[in-house]
């Protein structure tokens, strides 16, 4: 059974004069199903409209795109409770050259995959990490989507794999800390939450943003600025976030080695508390 | 027919798994087809290789490839004496995730295009061009290439587009003139040819290596360095180069007329006379 669906119809190939094929015209959104609804929504909803008013591209009509995934899920051989969902967003099909023909050409794509849960040890003692040499791009006009355009993560990532580490983290062209290749980060320094800006590259995660507001809804600052990489060195705890995985403490980056996380272990509580229960452990 | 073939065989569509739909995975060049010859083949799989390698793909077979460009371009509905084909270098399939499978997955699709010849008039009179507001990032880990990611090109385009410009040229985001959206660019001042680096962002264009090429075979120095947008209004003549049309003076910029291209006349004299046929206007 296919894993891919257009319409609510199977559908395992595309044009190869899609936009997405030819120049990576569009975008993504990558949604927990749990307890067989997809989870966090409004904000993959939100990032992905904001995406597309930022590259002209029509906004999908969001309650037949809710239909099309529920449909999916409900097609595809994973478990409906507990999987995957990948939205694409592609500009549509057009001739050869960058220009598009009209927004409303958008075509939505809906692929269903199974997760396997992280390992409880990772929640309880932290993942290891390291730094890419891969540098991200200043001053993108795409800094903060999750658009079609992944090279750098792609190249950031062989080098992780390489390395067998749970995730790299990626630094922009001016050294400053930015964000995993899969999941967004934050530091604790001096009982301060500190996670980068990204409005220069980086991708802004629906994760990201539920632990700041749940955080701050609990009376609990965080801190959205510019982060130096010296400063991921000094800093009493470090931990990741990420639509699938919820938050994840860090255990180590290279030589860098956190074995307590006692500000991480208040964050999970809280977002355990606020719909993530991957972070109860 | 379909203008598009894999392994010599019509392919009008591709795997919704293929990493180049869901993340830009690959490259592609697009080649002149002139008197049934792939103009400046050699210099298209010089670029492809050399991105293949930085983006760790396999270098396709050279004279696999060259076979199947002569197949698809003999089996399409297009002159085969003038055309176009478009090579995509996908990374492949694989399943989800940023993490490749194996670099030697790597797929080649071909597609075959009508090129309608640019008008005499552009070529004795010049283009209108205007600087786009679309910026691209800087120190990209992708400068130079012509991946699959081309979302600021796409984004810079729809300016044009909506003022009927031939060509919109763009800047980085310190300002610094790069290329245009789908050429490259080269300003005379006093009597010098200046054309900018592209060591932080911008494709290197083949027509463009031709030009240096040929200018300092025959003594003409040109200089490749960081270009101020300000000098690009100052400059005494602008030109453009792209693998197709060739050499194209640059007429106006916004609100900048240039009304004489001597030095660029010479520079198309001598394109000319060394393969360009286009430019013997």
Redesign the interface.
Known sequence: MSR?FHDSEP???????????????GL?ETIAIRNGEPRLWEYHVDRLAMGCER??IAVPDIRSLRQQLDDAVGQSDENPAYC?V?I?I??GVSA?????KRPTDAKS?I?V?ATLPVAVEHYRGGVETRVCS??L??????AGLK????????????ET?AQSTFEGLTLD?DERLICG??SNVFIVSNQSIITPSLHR?GVEGVMRRHAIETLRENGTAVEIRDVDVSELYCSDEVFLTNSQFGVLPVRRCGERVWRLHPVTRQVMAKMADNGIAECAV
């Open positions: 891919w559908a395992s190939l595309v044009s190869i004069d899609d936009r997405a094929f030819q120049y990576g015209d993504f590259l002209s995957a990948k694409v592609s500009s050869r050259g960058y220009a598009r794509y692929g995959f891969t540098r791009a200043l001053f993108s006009v795409i658009t079609l355009n992944r090279l750098e993560q792609v190249i950031a990532r062989s794999v062209a290749t899969m590259c």
